[in-house]
């Protein structure tokens, strides 16, 4: 095992925390690894939502580049900022055990704001497309603001403004051990596909970091993952797209659950389903499938042409 493996990842804290988590799993079965911090543009462009950006895989392309140029030999990633049809020639090679895939509010004073009755204009601030839908789907007479920036940015964006609060996946927040006291947990909030799960990819004809890296993945949160994945794939839809998937194996068995939204959160269709392990292979792809038949199409093409007017 003389190969030094080059592992390349975006220079934010948390993208950080992912490589060193992934190098430490390596090197705790006797490989050798040095980290390689490439800037990616969705770390440089912060003043503009990532759906008007207009392109899925802003965060990957960078590392994407510098694998096919043999500048790193695997590329680590949040797996949901991944889009779900990979470069030629690159292959996922490992994802490790999830987090906690919920989104948590974190807000600044009091929770009253959430009461209807409340009567105060309210701001809730997110770069997400998914976690805005979803909000104003339940709080339509809310506003939500853009907010973009790593996650120490966004904290003090938060503490700056006169927001109400904001939205935050809760792995990220956790694994910096920055989650603050005045938080929730958004149970009702589905998460993005293949929230909190960390992912390494590799060049399809590597076989040395291949067979590395297979030995450190989690099987469960693959077949999870790659259920979500298939379910976004098969919508259509890219990385910012207003929807959320969640898989989950309990005895043997995996649940379902989905939903699109449209942009401004009017609209929605969702679906919850089960099948067993064993037969859970295209429980993604079918139940995408089925939310299609049920208006989904023309969600789909209503979301996409709202976010073409922003590009």
């Known amino acids: 095992m003389k190969k030094v493996i080059r592992i390349g990842t975006r220079e934010s804290q948390l993208a950080l925390w ?6 430490d799993e390596l090197q705790k079965i006797g490989y050798q690894t040095e980290i390689v911090p490439i800037t990616s543009e969705g770390d440089i462009v912060l003043d503009v939502p990532l759906y008007e950006m207009g392109i899925t895989g802003i965060f990957t392309k960078t590392l994407d580049v510098a694998l096919l140029t043999d500048k790193i030999d695997i590329a680590v990633h949040s797996l949901k900022d991944v889009p779900t049809r990979l470069p030629k020639g690159l292959v996922q090679a490992a994802v490790l055990k999830r987090a906690d895939c ?8 009091q929770l009253d704001f959430l009461d209807s009755k409340a009567g105060n204009p309210v701001c ?19 506003q939500v603001v853009n907010l973009r920036g790593n996650v120490n940015t966004r904290l003090k964006k ?5 927001w109400n609060g904001a939205v935050f996946a809760k792995a990220g927040l956790e694994r910096l051990n920055l989650i603050p006291e005045k938080h929730l947990v958004l149970d009702w909030m589905i998460p993005a596909p293949a929230q909190g799960a960390v992912m390494i990819m590799t060049k399809a004809s590597d076989g040395f970091s291949l067979e590395a890296l297979s030995q450190i993945n989690d099987t469960n949160t693959e077949i999870c993952t790659r259920i979500e994945r298939m379910f976004l794939q098969t919508l259509e839809g890219g990385c910012t797209a207003p929807i959320g998937a969640y898989a989950e194996i309990k005895d043997d068995k995996v649940y379902f659950t989905a939903a699109v939204f449209d942009v401004d959160g009017k609209q929605k269709i969702d679906i919850a389903q089960n099948a067993s392990l064993l037969n859970a292979q295209n429980l993604g792809t079918e139940t995408a499938n089925t939310i299609l038949q049920k208006g989904g199409k023309e969600l789909m093409e209503k979301i996409k042409r709202s976010l073409q007017k922003n590009e």
């Not at 938060?158 to 006169?162: D, G, K, R, V």
Request: proline residues 3%; hydrophobic residues 40%; aromatic residues 8%.
């Open 18 to 23: 992912q490589a060193l988590t992934v190098q």
């Open 124 to 142: 809730i601030a997110t770069g997400s497309l998914r976690r805005k839908a979803q909000w104003l789907h339940r709080f339509p007479d809310h």
């Open 102 to 109: 919920a989104d948590i509010l974190v807000y600044k004073n």
């Open 158 to 162: 938060l503490e700056e403004n006169e």
